[in-house]
Nanobody
Framework: QVQLVESGGGLVQAGGSLRLSCAAS????????MGWYRQAPGQQRELVARVTSGGTTNYADSVKGRFTISRDNAKNTVYLQMSSLKPEDTAVYYC???????????????WGQGTQVTVSS
């Protein structure tokens, strides 16, 4: 069974930094893209950043220049370095991976349980 386990959320003051990590574990044949989404109260879940297996990245306009996504393919782990945090970055952050699990014939989307990031003003 495949799991995505996140860590690194918490409370930080505006202007501060946090680093999120997400490790995919289980019987995995191949991981394609990995990414981070977030959902604030009363809002829809939105893409924050995504990275392909080849290292191509894309970001939401609201985080460009402040957040950096990276991955370690050997560890099936994706990171999100968040800097210059703003109160509007407050949300539950979810890890996402499009991957091919052993014993399946198609890739599927997998999600982590979410980690709370709170930025105080």
């Amino acid at each position: 069974q495949v799991q995505l386990v996140e860590s690194g959320g918490g409370l930080v003051q505006a202007g501060g930094s946090l680093r999120l990590s997400c490790a995919a574990s289980g019987s995995i044949f191949r991981v394609n893209h990995m990414g981070w989404y977030r959902q604030a109260p009363g809002q829809q879940r939105e893409l924050v950043a995504r990275v392909t297996s080849g290292g191509t990245t894309n970001y939401a306009d609201s985080v460009k220049g402040r957040f950096t996504i990276s991955r370690d393919n050997a560890k099936n782990t994706v990171y999100l370095q968040m800097s210059s945090l703003k109160p509007e970055d407050t949300a539950v952050y979810y890890c996402n991976a499009d991957l091919w699990a052993v014993g399946t014939s198609l890739t599927n989307d997998y999600w982590g349980q979410g980690t709370q990031v709170t930025v105080s003003s």
